[in-house]
Nanobody, 121 residues
Framework: QVQLVESGGGLVQAGGSLRLSCKASPLNYAMGWFRQAPEKEREFVASISTNGGVTKYAEFVKGRFTISRDNFKNMIYLQMDSLKPEDTASYYC?????????????????WGQGTQVTVSS
């Protein structure tokens, strides 16, 4: 059983930054971040391959968000800059079944409990 625990969410003004963290026990395979706004489906945000060499981003966060991992510390990070009110959502850490960064919601094996991000205008 894998445990994923997110932290770092909060309230920030538009244009501000937040850094989300995810502690994985253990940290294996490709990892990703998804988000879900009220009354909307959970959507892909970013992912990173097992060795960190490949990253993938949703179009709406390209150039603003950066995903990274520290395999020694069993940590995954999502640096979020230039935040917009439409980024408001619960953000979920996710682990895939394999090593590739190219995985969708259907290929998520484990989910974290989520952390809330609220961006005020």
């Amino acid at each position: 059983q894998v445990q994923l625990v997110e932290s770092g969410g909060g309230l920030v003004q538009a244009g501000g930054s937040l850094r989300l963290s995810c502690k994985a026990s253990p940290l294996n395979y490709a990892m990703g971040w998804f988000r879900q706004a009220p009354e909307k489906e959970r959507e892909f945000v970013a992912s990173i391959s097992t060795n960190g060499g490949v990253t993938k981003y949703a179009e709406f966060v390209k150039g603003r968000f950066t995903i990274s991992r520290d395999n020694f510390k069993n940590m995954i990070y999502l640096q979020m800059d230039s935040l917009k009110p439409e980024d408001t959502a619960s953000y979920y850490c996710a682990q895939s079944y394999g090593d590739s960064a190219y995985f969708s919601r259907e290929l998520v094996r484990y989910w974290g409990q989520g952390t809330q991000v609220t961006v005020s205008s």
